[in-house]
C-alpha cells in the first residue's frame, strides 16, 4: 500500500505554521525573561490596563502578542497566570479575551495598544 502524495503547496503551509510557532514560543520566552528582570522595580498593583500599560517596558506586551502567536488559544491560560505571578492584574482580562478571539493572533494588539497609550499620554500632556 503507498501513501497518497501531498500537495506542495500544502507542505508550504506547514512548514510556515510550524515556523510561526516555534518562533511565538521562542519569542515569547525570551520577552518574558527580559520582562521579569524589568519588572522588579516597577509595582502595578490597583492599576488598571491602561495604568498598567504606561508602567510596563515595551517587552510585556511584546511577550503577550508572542505568546499569542505561538500557542493561539492555547496561550490563554498560560498568559492568565504569567500576568498573575508578574502582579501584572490590570492586562489579565484584555490579553485573555484577545488570546481567545480568533483571527487576531497575527496582530500584535497588545504591542499596539502600548504604543497608543504612550503616544495619547504625550499627545495629551502637550496641550
Same mark, same amino acid.
Do not use: K
Given at each position: 500500500?503507498?501513501?497518497?502524495?501531498?500537495?506542495?503547496? !500544502?507542505?508550504?503551509?506547514?512548514r510556515l505554521?510550524?515556523v510561526?510557532?516555534?518562533?511565538?514560543? #521562542? %519569542? +515569547?520566552? @525570551?520577552?518574558l /525573561?527580559?520582562?521579569?528582570y524589568q519588572?522588579q522595580?516597577?509595582?502595578?498593583?490597583?492599576?488598571?490596563?491602561?495604568?498598567?500599560?504606561?508602567r510596563?517596558? !515595551?517587552t510585556?506586551?511584546?511577550?503577550?502578542?508572542?505568546?499569542d502567536l505561538?500557542l493561539?488559544? #492555547? %496561550? +490563554?491560560? @498560560?498568559?492568565? /497566570?504569567?500576568?498573575?505571578?508578574?502582579?501584572?492584574?490590570?492586562?489579565q482580562?484584555?490579553?485573555?479575551?484577545e488570546?481567545?478571539?480568533?483571527?487576531?493572533?497575527?496582530?500584535?494588539?497588545l504591542?499596539?495598544?502600548?504604543?497608543g497609550v504612550?503616544?495619547w499620554?504625550?499627545?495629551?500632556h502637550?496641550?
Amino acid at each position: 500500500m503507498t501513501l497518497p502524495e501531498i500537495n506542495p503547496a !500544502i507542505v508550504t503551509w506547514i512548514r510556515l505554521a510550524v515556523v510561526l510557532v516555534s518562533a511565538g514560543i #521562542l %519569542g +515569547a520566552a @525570551l520577552f518574558l /525573561l527580559i520582562a521579569y528582570y524589568q519588572l522588579q522595580s516597577i509595582r502595578t498593583q490597583g492599576e488598571d490596563f491602561v495604568g498598567t500599560l504606561r508602567r510596563v517596558p !515595551i517587552t510585556v506586551p511584546l511577550a503577550l502578542d508572542a505568546m499569542d502567536l505561538g500557542l493561539d488559544f #492555547l %496561550g +490563554a491560560p @498560560l498568559v492568565w /497566570l504569567v500576568l498573575g505571578r508578574l502582579g501584572l492584574g490590570g492586562l489579565q482580562a484584555v490579553a485573555l479575551i484577545e488570546s481567545l478571539i480568533p483571527g487576531t493572533q497575527l496582530l500584535p494588539l497588545l504591542t499596539i495598544c502600548w504604543v497608543g497609550v504612550r503616544l495619547w499620554g504625550r499627545w495629551r500632556h502637550s496641550d
